[in-house]
């Protein structure tokens, strides 16, 4: 009984550093694009989130399988909890100290790593190593690849769509008073300095303005209209993330004889909420304010990309990761705008190629440990 009971804390831990790490994801472009501040975007993923939890047990079945442990190792060792326990505890470590570093990583390539890293401890060769390339490598690999060849495409449609339509872009002046300092000669040295008024205009395209896009449609300022849009993209990235994770979660509570799947998922869902609205500042100034600056138009186009490969992929049960597909739609925008930090996202790659050595390492440790 213990064990089941130590199987069911380690799996809601991940979920709770799953939402540190991914949850601000979705909304990263209506933060970093000044639609919106902090506090209002992780509440907006936090409810699109949570809806896209609910609704995986519907759509997204093929993922609940995937991630038992089916065929990577012996059907026998998929119903262990120590197993299962050891495979939540190694990646919910990974993901939760990236996190808190700052680092966007996946938890789908953590969990593959904490199914590796525990399947080689329970047996050893009888790893079925071809089967997770197949499965999960290929995926994760293209992924985003994939994202930033979409985005570049996607962004450029739409500005030529822009531009076809005469739609225009404006920038706030900032101008007020300044105060300067003035040298008085033959003072002494304490009174030599003194202060004066002038009025100043000041125009900064990245930090102290913001871009905002002139004209009508159908009678709606083109500027609100975007900013309904960003919203919906943004909430549709993460009810994309939720449907495609939390099913990733779930899985390793199927060996909880008694325990609903639809019970899991509320705990994997209370979890997530629950990570997103504690520790994910960090995430939040990495993904929306270090990869790139971006523009309300940037930043809606990033967020159809992330959208739409993250539901499909759910859809057809293949496992790619919200956070390659989010950085790759980022990336994307960047290199159009020349403006990609190409240092935060070689960081960004680095963690990505350590992610997977170091779940399976400390899965690998936690298994040993749970069946001393």
């Not at 789908?108 to 089967?131: D, E, K, W």
């Not at 005469?166 to 040298?183: L, Q």
């Not at 325990?259 to 500042?281: C, D, F, H, T, Y």
Request: hydrophobic share 50%; aromatic share 10%; proline share 3%.
């Amino acid at each position: 009984m213990t064990i089941f009971i130590i199987l069911f804390i380690t799996t809601c831990f991940l979920s709770y550093a799953n939402g540190a790490n991914d949850n601000f994801k979705g909304v990263a472009t209506l933060f970093g694009s000044g639609t919106t501040n902090y506090k209002r975007a992780i509440t907006w993923a936090t409810m699109t989130t949570l809806a896209g939890s609910v609704c995986s047990i519907f759509l997204a079945e093929k993922l609940l399988k995937n991630f038992t442990g089916k065929g990577l190792v012996p059907v026998e060792i998929t119903t262990s909890p120590e197993f299962l326990a050891a495979v939540a505890m190694g990646a919910g470590l990974t993901v939760l100290f990236t996190a808190l570093r700052g680092l966007p990583i996946s938890t789908t390539h953590s969990l593959v790593g904490g199914l590796v890293g525990s399947g080689i401890m329970a047996v050893g060769s009888q790893v079925n190593f071809s089967f997770i390339g197949k499965t999960f490598f290929i995926p994760l690999l293209l992924s985003p690849f994939i994202a930033v060849c979409l985005a570049y495409i996607v962004y450029l449609t739409l500005r030529s769509i822009r531009n076809y339509f005469g739609i225009t872009k404006e920038w706030c002046a900032c101008i007020g008073e300044t105060n300067e300092f003035v040298p008085v000669s033959n003072m002494p040295v304490e009174q030599a300095i003194n202060f004066t008024q002038t009025i100043d205009a000041n125009i900064d395209t990245e930090t102290n303005c913001q871009l905002h896009y002139t004209g009508n449609f159908l009678g709606i300022n083109l500027q609100k209209l975007l900013d309904i849009g960003h919203y919906i993209s943004a909430g549709m990235v993460s009810f994309a993330r939720g449907l495609n994770d939390t099913p990733k979660i779930v899985a390793l509570l199927i060996a909880i004889q008694g325990l609903s799947i639809k019970l899991g998922m509320l705990a994997v869902a209370i979890g997530m909420a629950i990570g997103g609205l504690l520790n994910a500042r960090r995430i939040a100034e990495t993904m929306g304010k270090k990869i790139t600056p971006m523009s309300h138009g940037q930043g809606f186009a990033a967020n159809l990309v992330t959208g739409f490969m993250v539901i499909f992929a759910s859809r057809l049960g293949v496992p790619v990761s919200t956070t390659h597909v989010s950085v790759g739609s980022l990336f994307g925008i960047g290199l159009i705008t020349g403006k990609a930090n190409k240092r935060v996202v070689s960081e960004i790659l680095i963690s990505w190629l350590l992610t997977l050595p170091v779940a399976a390492l400390l899965s690998a440790i936690s298994y040993w440990l749970f069946i001393l």
